[in-house]
């Protein structure tokens, strides 16, 4: 017993021990503390569809390294520095400051991704309740504003770190970038644009996830619209990242807004057909085009003889299909297709071929 009162570096041996004791506990229990801190929070928020073991999971990590630093400072106030090392005090800049600010920081920054981690999480259980609706409005706001959380947290742990570990007068830091806001909004002019450009997509909602685009060269589907620009999936499954502030400044097509889609191509027949058999093959065409079973009803589409090739007699084919699905169209297109060749065999006539004229002739 007299050994657990003397001392070692101006601490009691009692202290030093209790010291190991609670970094001793903290270390081997910290995953058990960790899920039982989660359990704890997903009380409040807990939802059917997602399970506990997903929100453990992602605040695992974040948790942890809090319940670590918790655990370092109950174990600390046991103990001091030694008077003979003469350290300077914590307002001074040595040792001392040293580990108190990193701490602070830490812990700001550990707190921080808890909140994140708790946000995503939220944000998850939206996104299950919106996969149980029609609309396409909720899956595209839900991380929209999922990131607008993030990007609000990340900027007030900034200002925190600034006015707690870093002794910032953050009130007028504040009032200060109100003076340098211009150089700001100068520096960043193309950031705010696509910020700018990702809120007027919000309110005039010329698409949303899911819908597919036609802008410039880039064709495919929207996959997900945010702060700065919007990911678009081509077809041949390339990930297409553009700058919000170009989907606003330019011409865009909503392929899936439209009511129709509509083939028009021309049928070149041998020049030696005869009348009857091209008004023949022409109403056969058209009752075929018609009688489809997705023909758009108010505008189906007409075919006619439309002139004369240079070694062709031309028929004009065209009609519309309701549906706003390229795959779907093309199918039907192709069912057309065959039969067109089926009409032309059946009243025995043949497609025009082109002549070729030998090189230099």
């Known amino acids: 017993m007299q050994y657990l009162e003397s001392e070692f570096l101006e601490n009691k041996v009692t202290d030093i021990l209790w010291l190991l004791g609670i970094l001793a506990f903290g270390l081997l229990f910290r995953r058990f503390l960790a899920e039982y801190f989660s359990k704890i929070i997903y009380r409040f928020i807990r939802h059917d569809s997602v399970p506990i073991r997903i929100f453990i999971e992602m605040l695992g990590q974040p948790v942890r390294l809090l319940i670590t630093l918790i655990v370092i400072y109950l174990a600390l106030t046991f103990i001091h520095f030694p008077n003979s090392w003469h350290l300077p005090s914590q307002e001074i800049f040595g040792l001392k400051m040293v580990m108190i600010r990193g701490f602070q920081g830490t812990f700001i920054f550990a707190v921080a991704w808890v909140l994140v981690r708790i ?12 996969t149980l609706t029609s609309s396409k409005l909720d899956d595209q706001f839900i991380p929209f504003f ?3 959380v993030v990007v609000v947290i990340s900027i007030l742990t900034i200002f925190v770190l600034l006015g707690v570990v870093f002794k910032v007068d953050v009130v007028a830091l504040v009032t200060g970038l109100g003076i340098g806001g211009l150089a700001i909004a100068l520096a960043a002019r193309e950031t705010l644009e696509n910020l700018f450009a990702s809120f007027t997509i919000f309110l005039d909602l010329p698409f949303v996830v899911g819908d597919n685009i036609q802008l410039d060269k880039v064709s495919g589907d929207v996959e997900n619209i945010g702060f700065r620009s919007t990911r678009i999936r ?16 330019q011409a ?4 899936t807004k439209r009511k129709f889609m509509r083939a028009k191509y021309t049928v070149k027949l041998q020049s030696d057909t005869s009348i009857d058999i091209i008004e023949k093959i022409v109403r056969e065409i058209n009752q075929v085009t018609h009688n489809q079973e997705l023909s758009y009803e108010t505008d189906p589409g007409i075919t006619r ?34 039969q067109i060749m089926s009409i032309i065999k059946t009243n025995e006539t043949k497609f025009a071929h082109p002549i070729f004229k030998p090189f230099g002739e």
């Open 252 to 255: 865009l097509e909503n392929q």
């Open 305 to 338: 003889f439309g002139g004369f090739g240079e070694n062709s007699l031309d028929i004009l084919v065209s009609y519309n299909i309701a549906t706003n699905d390229g795959a779907l169209f093309n199918k039907i297109k192709e069912q057309i297709n065959y």
């Open 146 to 148: 999922k990131d607008l």
């Open 234 to 249: 081509t077809g041949d499954g390339s990930l297409i990242t553009v700058p919000n502030r170009l989907l606003t400044a």
């Open 119 to 130: 946000t995503k999480f939220i944000a998850l259980i939206f996104q299950e309740k919106a």
